[in-house]
């Protein structure tokens, strides 16, 4: 069974780091995604990184801030975000995709994480 597992959310101050990962179950994901919903608000797009990690995106609200990475040997997608502000304050989640490119929309991801927990403090 295909299982992506989130780690590494918390409670920080505004300006610390985080880092978010992603296990993948006993298999290499094509492109990955991390994703962000905030109460009341729709699922965002936040980064997406190609099979091969050569290619990523971002969204513009965390560009600069957040990169993006993976480790193929290990089936782990890496999320590290600095520089954090309040607005950054949502369930994360990740998730892997059926295609090699690095994909902005959530449709073209089969497979979801359950979602972590990140909460910036002003």
């Known amino acids: 069974q295909v299982q992506l597992v989130e780690s590494g959310g918390g409670l920080v101050q505004a300006g610390g780091s985080l880092r978010l990962s992603c296990a993948a179950s006993?298999?290499?994901?094509?492109?990955m995604g991390w994703f962000r919903q905030a109460p009341g608000k729709e699922r965002e797009f936040v980064a997406a990184?190609?099979?091969?990690?050569?290619?990523?995106d971002y969204a513009d609200s965390v560009k600069g801030r957040f990169t993006i990475s993976r480790d193929n040997a290990k089936n782990t997608v890496y999320l590290q975000m600095n520089s954090l502000k309040p607005e950054d304050t949502a369930v994360y989640y990740c998730?892997?995709?059926?295609?090699?490119?690095?994909?902005?929309?959530?449709?073209?991801?089969?497979?979801w994480g359950q979602g972590t927990q990140v909460t910036v403090s002003s």
């Open positions: 998730a892997a995709s059926r295609l090699t490119t690095a994909q902005r929309m959530a449709v073209l991801y089969d497979y």
């Open positions: 006993g298999r290499t994901f094509n492109a």
């Open positions: 990184i190609s099979r091969s990690g050569g290619t990523t």
